[in-house]
């Protein structure tokens, strides 16, 4: 009877396996051991402790991600004349915190367990917030100085159209997905020193929309098309530039930047009537340098006659225009001798 009795003792402890430690005591226990202002800290479950591992490394990036992916909708909603940029962003977000978590590294708990019960080996995957913050400040510091440098600059610049490209330039820096996702993953990573060290940065940040306003309100552009049929192109163009928020100017001598536009018409006459392939080229300049250069092709036109084949052509070049003027406007890079700051190593 006590040699049974002792059998069956240890094959019961056996088939309760490892005891359970503090912190999966209960459902909210992992907090009370990796405190929430300390460590960011998930629970993974797998077949294999090495499963677990991934898996709980797993659910710290699905963390990031989807609070990222959330703050990223909210700003998106703001934002207009960009109609890509909701799917970029949610690949860019995930991207990157993939890219932060394996530079930072994730550690796992040492007392990871098997649960007989549901046949499952569970860890915590954690994050120490103070250590992770040494490895990411740095990084963060580096894009917060591209952009400081971006305002300091513009408020340097004594040209009003270039000071309001500056201007552009660090409004879309400020509202790209790195620049957008740094600043969140920085916050959710330790908001503490976040909200302490770059306090500054996010002062720069919520100044800049009115800086760039009162920019562009001082920086009218004149639009000048001497060969244009029916002030077609004029017209597409002179609305895309009021589109971006500049007025168009109706005296060139008094614009701060002038928008010459030539346009080959591609004429050409045949037996069966008349052909057009026309192209166009717009540049902005003023006495400070030229600015932005647009090109583009318009669709070919035909009729029998050239009064209607010539609008076509002409049309065909304003709907050109309307699609791609503004893009390139803000994607092109400024003309400037001192921009390589842009694209730090």
Same mark, same amino acid.
């Given at each position: 009877?006590?040699?049974?009795?002792?059998?069956?003792?240890?094959?019961?402890?056996?088939?309760?396996?490892?005891?359970?430690?503090?912190?999966?005591?209960?459902?909210?226990?992992?907090?009370?051991?990796?405190?929430?202002?300390?460590?960011?800290?998930?629970?993974?479950?797998?077949?294999?402790?090495?499963?677990?591992?991934?898996?709980?490394?797993?659910?710290?990036?699905?963390?990031?991600?989807?609070?990222?992916?959330?703050?990223?909708?909210?700003?998106?909603?703001?934002?207009?004349?960009?109609?890509?940029?909701?799917?970029?962003?949610?690949?860019?977000?995930?991207?990157?915190?993939?890219?932060?978590?394996?530079?930072?590294?994730?550690?796992? $708990?040492?007392?990871?367990?098997?649960?007989?019960?549901?046949? &499952?080996? *569970?860890?915590?995957?954690? @994050?120490? !917030? %103070?250590? /992770?913050?040494?490895?990411?400040?740095?990084?963060?510091?580096?894009?917060?100085?591209?952009?400081?440098?971006?305002?300091e600059e513009a408020e340097k610049d004594t040209d009003p159209f270039r000071k309001s490209l500056r201007l552009m330039t660090a409004n879309s820096y400020a509202a790209s997905p790195n620049f957008q996702n740094a600043e969140i993953f920085g916050q959710l990573l330790h908001p503490v020193r976040m909200n302490r060290e770059f306090a500054s940065v996010?002062?720069?940040?919520?100044?800049?929309?009115?800086?760039?306003?009162?920019?562009?309100?001082? $920086?009218?552009?004149?639009?000048?098309?001497?060969?244009?049929? &029916?002030? *077609?192109?004029?017209?597409? @163009?002179? !609305? %895309?530039? /009021?589109?971006?928020?500049?007025?168009?100017?109706?005296?060139?001598?008094?614009?701060?930047?002038?928008?010459?536009?030539?346009?080959?018409?591609?004429?050409?006459?045949?037996?069966?009537?008349?052909?057009?392939?026309?192209?166009?080229?717009?540049?902005?300049?003023?006495?400070?340098?030229?600015?932005?250069?647009?090109?583009?092709?318009?669709?070919?036109?035909?009729?029998?006659?050239?009064?209607?084949?010539?609008?076509?052509?002409?049309?065909?070049?304003?709907?050109?225009?309307?699609?791609?003027?503004?893009?390139?406007?803000?994607?092109?890079?400024?003309?400037?001798?001192?921009?390589?700051?842009?694209?730090?190593?």
């Open positions: 009877m006590k040699i049974s009795s002792v059998i069956i003792f240890f094959l019961l402890l056996s088939c309760a396996g490892a005891p359970t430690p503090p912190w999966d005591s209960s459902p909210d226990a992992i907090q009370l051991i990796y405190h929430d202002n300390e460590y960011i800290a998930m629970r993974g479950r797998g077949h294999t402790r090495s499963g677990a591992e991934a898996n709980g490394a797993a659910q710290i990036a699905l963390f990031f991600n989807s609070q990222i992916r959330s703050e990223l909708r909210i700003t998106e909603r703001e934002i207009i004349n960009n109609r890509n940029i909701q799917s970029s962003s949610e690949i860019e977000s995930e991207t990157f915190v993939r890219s932060q978590i394996i530079v930072f590294g994730i550690r796992y $708990a040492q007392d990871a367990y098997f649960n007989k019960a549901q046949n &499952e080996w *569970i860890t915590v995957a954690y @994050i120490n !917030r %103070e250590e /992770a913050w040494q490895v990411y400040a740095p990084r963060f510091n580096q894009q917060t100085q591209v952009f400081l440098r971006l305002i996010r002062a720069q940040n919520a100044r800049l929309p009115v800086l760039f306003d009162n920019a562009r309100k001082n $920086a009218s552009i004149y639009v000048e098309c001497p060969n244009d049929f &029916e002030s *077609i192109v004029t017209t597409a @163009i002179s !609305r %895309e530039i /009021a589109a971006l928020g500049f007025p168009v100017a109706n005296n060139k001598n008094t614009a701060a930047a002038v928008c010459a536009i030539t346009i080959n018409e591609g004429r050409q006459q045949r037996d069966l009537g008349v052909f057009y392939h026309p192209s166009l080229q717009a540049i902005i300049s003023n006495n400070a340098g030229t600015h932005f250069t647009f090109n583009i092709e318009g669709e070919r036109a035909q009729a029998v006659t050239p009064d209607v084949a010539k609008r076509r052509a002409y049309q065909s070049l304003a709907e050109k225009v309307r699609n791609n003027f503004s893009a390139e406007f803000i994607r092109q890079p400024l003309l400037l001798n001192n921009n390589n700051f842009l694209n730090p190593e």
